[in-house]
């Protein structure tokens, strides 16, 4: 069964970073993509990165790219986001998501997503 858990949200000073971690069972990395994404308050669901199971590739939303980096980690089990120079636009609940498809597509959007993990806070404030 697949399974996706986020983990590692908290509050943090505008200008700080956080890494937000997604630990996954049911499925490989080796296999299959990850996505990253948010949803603020009030607003859509934001496709932020996505990192492919072949090769390690991955693809960044405008708003992030250059703050924001995708990787897993060498047991295959972890996806996590690292977020740099965080700004309070940035507040939202992180979700991870997978499609079960071994590559990204390059619109990192949630209607190719089917699982989903429950989410983790981040709050960017003074």
């Known amino acids: 069964q697949v399974h996706l858990v986020e983990s590692g949200g908290g509050l943090v000073q505008p200008g700080g970073s956080l890494r937000v971690s997604c630990t996954i069972s049911?499925?490989?990395?080796?296999?299959?993509?990850v996505g990253w994404f948010r949803q603020a308050p009030g607003k859509g669901r934001e496709g932020l990165s996505c990192?492919?199971?072949?090769?390690?590739?991955?693809g960044y939303a405008d708003s992030v790219r250059g703050r924001f980096t995708i990787s897993r980690d060498t047991t295959n089990t972890s996806v996590h986001l690292q977020m740099n120079s965080l700004k309070p636009e940035d507040t939202a609940v992180y979700y991870c998501?997978?499609?079960?498809?071994?590559?990204?597509?390059?619109?990192?959007?949630?209607?190719?997503?089917?699982?989903w993990g429950q989410g983790t806070q981040v709050t960017v404030s003074s």
């Open positions: 049911g499925f490989s990395l080796d296999s299959y993509a």
């Open positions: 998501a997978t499609a079960l498809k071994s590559t990204c597509r390059r619109q990192i959007a949630e209607a190719f997503y089917d699982y």
């Open positions: 990192i492919s199971a072949s090769d390690g590739s991955a």
